[in-house]
């Protein structure tokens, strides 16, 4: 009995060894040496029809948080390839240091700037933040204020297994209505076709980790950068929409009325899959009485999708320039 005892000790540690991957045998030695911690990891997918300036796009973003450091790789085309090629965009941000890194793969070589005096690499999924909110410049003959707001948020009782999370849909319309100078009328209408998922323990763990980070960047920057979350209404169609009505809405207006989009946020849950379609018509700021605007089509149409978000056990060495980089500052 003693040596079957011995026999099944010994064979629970040589199982040790390979299920950790130790120097038991070396033949699976980490070629990482930096220290593993653990890492938000958000990845997303949005693809946009395109509106005025901006282009149609498809991206993916995976997104590597810490309390007090970011690397974001973004892609066009709807995946993500790691540091192969050069075609996809990193950014690394690190509070502890002050500074910022933006990888060039194909060079290898890593651009480096403070904290403070790096502007924000976008994607071609983001319109300048400004874009469209120039107080400046000739006053137009026509301005369009808000008249009437309406929103509703109904469960349409379907559900589904999507990225390994349990949603249910919800139909949600936001319909504004805009008058002209000499009362004429136009409507803006968003109709969101989203699921939301129950937040799990492994989600609000990573959300907690992220909500740190934008804490202390807001508190290194001198800012708040509340605006630019998510929420039922992306930012980035936030943006499209406020570019687009820059001729005939003021500033001050155009703020008031995307601050109605937070009344959008009745949801119950976390949205995994969103899809955003905006269309504006109407005779207001016509010259000759007729539809200005789009009718019933739609002006575009954006949709965003969460494959994933949990906490994961990655390298330190995911925070800062690769070795061989050549730093250029």
């Not at 911690?37 to 395109?50: D, F, K, R, Y």
């Not at 209505?177 to 209408?189: H, I, L, V, Y």
């Not at 687009?244 to 809405?249: E, F, G, I, P, Q």
């Amino acid at each position: 009995m003693g040596q079957r005892r011995f026999f099944v000790r010994k064979a629970a540690g040589v199982a040790a060894c390979v299920l950790l991957a130790t120097a038991c045998t070396g033949l699976q030695k980490d070629p990482d040496p930096t220290p593993i911690n653990p890492t938000a990891v958000l990845e997303i997918q949005t693809a946009s029809t395109g509106l005025l300036d901006i282009a149609a796009f498809e991206n993916t973003t995976l997104a590597y948080t810490r309390p007090g450091m970011q690397r974001t790789e973004s892609r066009n085309g709807g995946t993500v390839a790691r540091l192969v090629d050069g075609e996809t965009m990193v950014r690394i941000e690190r509070l502890d240091r002050k500074l910022v890194w933006t990888l060039d793969a194909k060079n290898k070589q890593a651009v480096e700037c403070p904290l403070r005096g790096c502007s924000r690499a976008g994607t071609k999924s983001a319109a300048p933040r400004n874009a469209g909110n120039d107080e400046k410049g000739a006053e137009p003959a026509c301005r369009l204020r808000v008249a009437t707001t309406a929103i509703s948020v109904e469960p349409t009782g379907q559900k589904r297994k999507l990225d390994g999370f349990d949603t249910e849909q919800y139909d949600v319309r936001w319909i504004v209505t805009f008058r002209d100078n000499a009362q004429r009328k136009s409507t803006s209408t968003v109709s969101i076709d989203t699921w939301v998922a129950a937040a799990t323990p492994e989600w609000n763990n990573a959300a907690t980790i992220e909500k740190t980070w934008d804490r202390a960047r807001d508190k290194a920057l001198g800012g708040d950068t509340d605006s630019e979350r998510q929420g039922l209404l992306p930012a980035e169609v936030a943006r499209m929409m406020s570019g687009y009505l820059a001729t005939n809405v003021s500033p001050t207006d155009r703020a008031n009325f995307l601050a109605g989009a937070k009344k959008l946020d009745k949801v119950k849950g976390v949205p995994i899959l969103t899809i955003v379609k905006w269309s504006f018509s109407g005779e207001a700021c016509s010259t000759d009485g007729t539809t200005k605007h789009t009718g019933d089509a739609n002006l575009f149409t954006f949709t965003s999708e969460i494959k994933s978000h949990r906490v994961e056990a990655r390298h330190d060495s995911l925070f800062a320039p690769p070795g061989d980089y050549k730093i250029k500052r």
